[in-house]
């Protein structure tokens, strides 16, 4: 799809006009979207395997990628490639989010309870380069010590105080790379722990895992390096019956401990509404971490794509209050397709449905709300659904001189053959 830029220009002029109609300013939709930045997560390009020495990571804990699809990264420079690949076709910009595991190891041992900053200074030079925020995560996964399927809740002190160890390391790391990018690192945590059947002592496992935060978040750091966040889920793979970090627990440890939670899209029943959710909680919160995901049945992390799901969310964090305390990223990992062509689809879908509700007409329909006109309102929300938001999106990714259309999917295809095919 070619477009002269004369062309554009008709064709978002056409579109400007229309939504005035409506009452909206296309140009100031545009420039709020480009203050939004979406956190990428490093561990589609991999299958969530990391750098850690291959004879010392299993698989289990709860994370599970399906398929081989040719081109796994399988070093940080590929990996970095291919990042820097997905971030020049989404429009916009963003933040990369590392897991633990990723550290540059230089193919030695390093085990959870050592990491330090220096296994980071790889990431934290080539974010500088890119002009690039990050962000940080704990891995309580894909290692011996979380066999049993319990860790920062273990009822074994060694476990337990190990993953301490560990997650106080990560919160370290994540300050140092505040301070060196002086920008904020967001980091979060997730566990696996849980049962698989049953369990009758719930309220043990809990109170140890408080204890384990009571411990970690005692030392104090300072807030404009890194912010911490803790991620809930309804069941995973292994704790389909009991999960000690649960959303309940969870919002309640974060509220009483003035720190942030994470909402992950695919970690709740399929018809609990995480929309819903955000401003029932944020008053609350010192802030909100949203993981997007698509659930699939009983799996949370497929790759995002413009529906109602994504639609209704992106609505309510362009309506709610203090949208300055949601930050946003992407979580999901599917090997079974073109992993870089996976994260396009997902961050330019985000994208998409940020800038459709930043395009709708909020104050007008305020106002039939407040008149109880909603006849007025509905009819409102209907007739925008066929606006040319398709011209506005166009129009976005060319001043942010990224692929329009789907010239963005021959740009993957290039890659794969000229980069991706040639890895074994």
């Known amino acids: 799809m070619v477009f002269l830029f004369q062309d554009l220009k008709n064709l978002y002029g056409v579109a400007k006009d229309k ?55 399988r070093t940080i420079k590929e990996l970095q490639m291919d990042l820097t690949k997905a971030l020049s076709l989404i429009p916009g910009n963003q933040r990369v989010n590392l897991h633990a595991s990723y550290g540059d190891f230089k193919r030695k041992f390093i085990d959870r309870n050592a990491i330090k900053p220096e296994h980071f200074q790889n990431w934290i030079d080539w974010a500088k380069e890119k002009k690039l925020g990050l962000d940080f995560n704990s891995t309580l996964f894909s290692h011996p ?15 337990r105080n190990f993953w301490i160890e ?5 919160r370290e790391i994540s300050a140092e790379i505040g301070r060196q990018l002086n920008n904020p690192v967001i980091h ?3 566990i696996p722990d849980g049962s698989k059947d049953i369990p009758v002592d719930r309220a043990g496992h809990r109170d140890l895992l408080k204890n384990s935060l009571d411990q970690i978040f005692d030392q104090k750091l300072n807030p404009e390096y890194v912010k911490d966040s803790l991620e809930g889920k309804l069941f995973g793979i292994g704790s389909e019956a009991f999960v000690v970090g649960s959303h309940d627990f969870y919002l309640s440890y974060a509220v009483k401990n003035n720190l942030m939670l994470t909402l992950d899209t695919g970690h709740f029943h399929p018809t609990e509404s995480v929309a819903d959710k955000l401003t029932a909680i944020l008053p609350f ?13 009983w ?15 992106s609505e309510e964090i362009i309506r709610c209050k203090n949208r300055e305390k949601i930050y946003l990223g992407l979580d999901f990992f599917d090997a ?26 909020l104050e007008l329909l305020k106002e039939y709300e407040e008149n109880n ?25 060319y001043k942010h001189n990224v692929p329009i259309g789907k010239d963005w999917i021959k740009s993957v295809e290039e890659y794969e053959h000229s980069t991706l095919v040639n890895r074994t």
């Open 19 to 73: 939504y005035k109609e409506f009452g909206v300013n296309t140009d100031l939709a545009l420039n709020e979207l480009k203050q939004i930045s979406l956190s990428i997560h490093c561990w589609q390009g991999d299958d969530v395997g990391g750098f850690e020495r291959p004879e010392s990571v299993i698989t289990g804990g709860g994370i599970l990628s399906t398929g081989n699809y040719p081109g796994k990264a």
């Open 145 to 159: 010590k979380a066999d049993s399927g319990y860790t920062l809740s273990s009822k074994s002190s060694e476990i």
């Open 166 to 170: 560990h997650v106080q390391k990560c």
């Open 188 to 190: 979060n945590l997730w």
């Open 285 to 297: 919160l010192n802030g909100i971490m949203l993981h997007i995901s698509r659930g699939v049945r």
């Open 299 to 313: 799996d949370s992390d497929h790759v995002v794509i413009l529906n109602d799901d994504l639609m209704h969310l």
């Open 336 to 361: 079974s397709i073109n992993r870089l062509g996976a994260w396009v689809i997902g961050a330019r879908s985000t994208l998409k449905s940020l800038l459709n509700a930043l395009l709708q007409p």
């Open 373 to 397: 006109q909603l006849f007025q309102r509905l009819a409102y929300l209907e007739e925008i659904k066929s606006l040319p938001f398709g011209a506005v999106w166009d129009y976005y990714c």
